[in-house]
């Protein structure tokens, strides 16, 4: 079992800047890849971004390439979401998730946190 806990989510405003982060516990973090996805009021939930085990490849949804940034620090069980230059539609509940083979499906992670709630004012 892996447990996450997701935090930083917040109100701010449009071209603002948040930092979430999520907390692993449990197995060993580092054995995992790590996705974020976001859910907005009344649509499915989407995939946001991935980091392999290492760091070593990343990827983006097209609808946040060049604003936000994942990173991990396996030394503290935690991975990261900088997300830049944000818009009204980045408003959502962001959720990170764990699984042993790299993907960018939500239907294939395994593990999920709670979800912590990003709101954008415009």
């Known amino acids: 079992q892996v447990q996450l806990v997701e935090s930083g989510g917040g109100l701010v405003q449009t071209g603002g800047s948040l930092r979430l982060s999520c907390a692993a516990s449990?197995?060993?973090?580092?054995?995992?890849?790590m996705g974020w996805f976001r859910q907005a009021p009344g649509k499915e939930r989407e995939f946001v971004a991935a980091?392999?085990?290492?760091?070593?490849?990343?990827d983006y949804a097209d609808s946040v390439k060049g604003r936000f940034t994942i990173s991990r620090d396996n030394a503290k069980n935690t991975v990261y979401l900088q997300m830049n230059s944000l818009k009204p539609e980045d408003t959502a509940v962001y959720s990170c998730?764990?699984?042993?083979?790299?993907?960018?499906?939500?239907?294939?992670?395994?593990?999920w946190g709670q979800g912590t709630q990003v709101t954008v004012s415009s």
């Open positions: 998730a764990a699984n042993r083979i790299y993907t960018t499906m939500m239907n294939r992670y395994d593990y």
């Open positions: 980091i392999s085990w290492s760091g070593g490849r990343t």
């Open positions: 449990g197995r060993t973090f580092s054995n995992y890849h």
